[in-house]
């Protein structure tokens, strides 16, 4: 089992940026992928950025590139996604979900590969 808790969201303007922080508890290892998710009112779930737990390798979303960062922090059962430069269109509710990957192990940004899920933590940019 793992468990996920999200924390760091807020309400900032355009251009602006926030970290987002998932403390996971449980048997970390046993999830190949760490992954952030965004979704916003009456859209789906998409991924954001993902990071294999061995490796510590990172990919991000066409729309994160250049702008978001997840990485692991100074204690291994934390994950941070920092957001800068931040839009309008990044308003959502963003989850921190980790999960097993394909079934070849790869890590990939599709909601039903993650099996467990924190509560989410809200992102608000005013322009």
């Known amino acids: 089992q793992v468990q996920l808790v999200e924390s760091g969201g807020g309400s900032v303007q355009t251009g602006g940026s926030l970290t987002l922080s998932c403390t996971v508890s449980?048997?970390?290892?046993?999830?190949?992928?760490l992954g952030w998710f965004r979704q916003a009112p009456g859209k789906e779930r998409v991924g954001v950025a993902i990071?294999?737990?061995?490796?510590?390798?990172?990919y991000n979303s066409a729309s994160g590139t250049g702008r978001f960062y997840i990485g692991r922090g100074n204690a291994t059962n934390l994950v941070h996604l920092r957001l800068n430069n931040l839009k309008p269109d990044d308003t959502a509710m963003y989850y921190c979900?980790?999960?097993?990957?394909?079934?070849?192990?790869?890590?990939?940004?599709?909601?039903?590969?993650?099996?467990?899920w924190g509560q989410g933590t809200q992102v608000t940019i005013s322009s």
């Open positions: 979900a980790a999960g097993p990957g394909d079934s070849r192990g790869y890590c990939r940004m599709v909601a039903s590969e993650y099996h467990y």
């Open positions: 449980g048997d970390i290892l046993s999830s190949n992928c």
């Open positions: 990071l294999y737990t061995h490796s510590n390798i990172t």
